[in-house]
């Protein structure tokens, strides 16, 4: 499972480039009273942190689409109208689960014929403008690429016989973003939806090879209060 160096294509500077990012939680791990995609970090709220990231300008995403559950669209209009954001984005509604909302911010992209789409985790926030570029340099020169880190600690495979080693040196630990070639998700898109799907590759793999790049322990998704603790310690530490 070689990681990819990443290198754009001769066409990557000039083709079109989206965004999905999903947001769909409950924030039910978090033990809080609202979607931990709308808990504050560092005095704003963690969507905002991600979609921030996705609109540096020097990534040129042309448009960026906003996954949400249709009863939170006003609690997010509202936090946007309280930190005064200016970012461009559309608001989409989300489905009974993440393929389904995956699919909808698809089908708001399906003017566009052509170009390069990032699928990302909303609650994702500290992910770089590196890893962001890297990977779609490598869907826009492979079709579909994916961040990933090797695993840290050794990996066991339980069975009910008990349990094995696995070679952890073929492993990779998955993270977002996922890039495709747009045509090529639409596609995967309209199969219909099946329970081994865990992500956007899985959804992908069958129709092609999903190329690897190296992504960032840093880029941790927000799930329990640990993790926002981390997450803000890491986004003070002067090297992110």
């Known amino acids: 499972m070689p990681d990819s160096p990443a290198s754009p294509g001769p066409a990557s500077s000039v083709t079109p480039r989206f965004a999905i990012l999903v947001a769909g939680g409950s924030g039910t ?3 809080a009273g609202r979607p931990k995609q709308f808990l504050e970090l560092l005095g704003e709220p963690v969507l905002l942190h991600t979609l921030r990231r996705f609109t540096e300008a020097s990534l040129r995403v042309q448009e960026c689409v906003v ?3 249709p009863d939170q669209f006003d609690s997010w209009q509202q936090l946007c109208a309280q930190h005064h954001v200016a970012i461009a984005h559309t608001v989409v509604a989300g489905g009974h689960s993440r393929w389904a909302s995956v699919r909808n911010g698809l089908a708001h992209l399906k003017s566009h014929t052509a170009g390069t ?3 990302h985790d909303g609650v994702r926030p500290l992910v770089t403008i590196s890893v962001i570029e890297a990977t779609y340099a490598a869907a826009e020169a ?3 690429a994916v961040a990933a880190v090797a695993p840290k600690d050794s ?3 339980v069975s009910q016989q008990g ?3 696995l070679d952890r040196s073929r492993l990779r630990l998955v993270q ?3 890039c495709f070639e747009l045509q090529l998700l639409q596609r995967a ?3 219909p939806e099946l329970t081994t799907f865990t992500d956007d590759a899985s959804v992908v793999e069958d129709l092609h090879p999903i190329q690897l790049v190296a992504g960032d322990y840093r880029n941790l998704k927000i799930t329990t209060p640990e993790d926002l603790v981390l997450a803000e310690a890491l986004l003070q530490a002067p090297s992110h």
Do not use: D
């Open 29 to 31: 791990r978090m033990g």
């Open 67 to 69: 996954v949400l559950p």
């Open 117 to 119: 789409v990032a699928v």
């Open 142 to 144: 492979y079709g579909a």
């Open 155 to 157: 990996v066991r495979s």
């Open 163 to 165: 349990s094995f080693a």
């Open 176 to 178: 977002t973003p996922q």
């Open 189 to 191: 898109y309209q199969l």
